[in-house]
C-alpha cells in the first residue's frame, strides 16, 4: 500500500516583492531617531538589533534586511522602503506592444532596462 504524499508549494515559486531604499534613508533614520529621543543603544534594543548594525544603517554603510527594514519605519513611523514599480511598467510596454513573446529571456528585458538606464545619463 502506498502511502499519501502530501506536495508542499515551492518557495521558490512565491511572488517576491521588489524594493528599493529611498534616498538617505540612513540620515533619515537618524533624523526620526533623535527625534523621538532615542540613542543608538536604546533604538538597537527596541529593534532587537546589535547597535552596530544601527550604525552602519545611520551611516548609509548598510542596507537593512527589508524585514528589519519594516520594524524601523513601524517604530519610526517613517518610510525608508518603496515598491519598485518602474522596471515593471518598463517591461509591460514591451507586452503591450507584442514585444513580449514566447521564449523571450530575462536577458533580454535586463540589457534593455540597462539601455534605458545609460539613455536618462
Do not use: C
Not at 506536495?7 to 533624523?31: A, C, D, H, T, W
Not at 532615542?38 to 546589535?50: D, H
Request: charged content about 40%; glycine content about 4%.
Amino acid at each position: 500500500m502506498k502511502k499519501a504524499v502530501k506536495s508542499r508549494k515551492s518557495l521558490s515559486r512565491l511572488p517576491i516583492e521588489e524594493f528599493e531604499y529611498i534616498e538617505e534613508f540612513g540620515k533619515i533614520i537618524r533624523e526620526a531617531r533623535e527625534k523621538m529621543g532615542l540613542t543608538q543603544e536604546e533604538f538597537s534594543k527596541q529593534l532587537n538589533e546589535k547597535v552596530t548594525i544601527i550604525r552602519k544603517i545611520e551611516a548609509g554603510e548598510f542596507n537593512p534586511p527589508i524585514e528589519l527594514a519594516r520594524k524601523i519605519e513601524k517604530l519610526l513611523k517613517i518610510k525608508i522602503i518603496v515598491p519598485v514599480e518602474e522596471d515593471l511598467e518598463y517591461i509591460s510596454k514591451y507586452i503591450e506592444k507584442g514585444e513580449a513573446v514566447k521564449g523571450v529571456s530575462l536577458g533580454f528585458f535586463i540589457k534593455k532596462m540597462e539601455e534605458k538606464d545609460v539613455k536618462k545619463q
